[in-house]
């Protein structure tokens, strides 16, 4: 996740982490991945405009972007509150979470006296861990996965000095894209555990003629939707396409900086998934 605050141009970085233990899931699969899809293609006589093609042909379309729902605007009007101390939702995307709560400290405090803390649904961390302190009373959570729900709490200190703490409210992350649900995420971010690195390159390999075949084969091995398997089917197609003649021999460097360009977001965008939980954070350009 990334918070930013409405009124602020500044925007902190929260998915370091998230991005190291991604590309240790994620990456290290992909250069194996191209080895064998080029052997095999090799193996078939090369490649040719026609297969290519079918290749391509039934691709999964690319999710329509879903515009957020809105709750109106802050209930708490910015007056200090004596009453309960509470977090009110005022928006949520497939990306994003918008909250409010009601001011109830001193103005004067050097140290911003509010708290805000989440959950971390995609590194399984239960424990709330602060993400904010400030002075406002209004921020906007940001590179939340779609499908996902994130539990907040918000800590005050009130006039008196005293702590006040909000109870936890779980807010449901609507769902987007092939992958970005509650079902295929829980699978997704286990994929160590699940051995998808190993399964999907054996569908893909397995099926190099058939779509439907290879994400047939996913969801035998996966408890994937359609969709989701899709996404993962057409990778084929971007590496035959893009990156075959650039992944020879796969320990080429220009070989991961075409897969990261050219596929990564191809199947990222597919799933409704931000970069980052494919271990990819800035991409060199192709």
């Known amino acids: 996740m990334r918070l930013s605050e409405r009124s602020f141009s500044e925007t902190t970085s929260l998915t370091t982490e998230k991005e190291i233990s991604c590309r240790k899931k994620y990456c290290t699969s992909k250069c194996i991945i191209v080895f064998l899809v080029i052997s095999n293609i090799c193996a078939i006589g090369g490649l040719s405009f026609n297969f290519i093609t079918m290749l391509l042909k039934d691709s999964t379309p690319l999710p329509v972007p879903i515009p957020p729902v809105y709750n109106g605007s802050c209930p708490f009007n910015n007056v200090t509150s004596n009453g309960e101390f509470k977090i009110a939702v005022l928006s949520v995307s497939t990306i994003d979470v918008t909250i409010c709560w009601p001011k109830i400290a001193y103005s004067a405090w050097n140290i911003g006296p ?22 406002k009373n ?20 009130n006039a008196s000095g005293d702590i006040v703490t909000s109870n936890i409210t779980d807010v449901k992350v609507q769902d987007f894209g092939g992958c970005g649900n509650a079902g295929d995420l829980g699978v997704f971010k286990n994929v160590e555990e699940n051995d998808m690195p190993a399964i999907v390159q054996s569908c893909l390999i397995g099926n190099p003629f058939s779509r439907d075949r290879r994400i047939a084969c996913i969801q035998n091995a996966l408890p994937l939707t359609y969709d989701c398997s899709g996404c993962w089917a057409d990778e084929y197609g971007c590496i035959i396409e893009n990156c075959a003649f650039r992944c ?3 320990s080429n460097p220009d070989c991961e900086v075409c897969l990261n360009t050219l596929c990564v977001p191809i199947v990222a965008a597919c799933a409704g998934l931000p970069m980052w939980a494919f271990g990819v954070g800035e991409v060199v350009q192709a």
Do not use: A, H, K, M
């Open 114 to 135: 509010y708290v805000v803390s989440t959950d971390d649904f995609y590194s399984g961390r239960e424990e709330l861990w602060p993400i904010y302190t400030g002075n």
């Open 138 to 157: 209004e921020i906007n959570i940001t590179d939340v996965l779609p499908g996902s729900t994130i539990r907040i709490q918000t800590t005050g200190l």
């Open 248 to 250: 020879l021999p796969p």
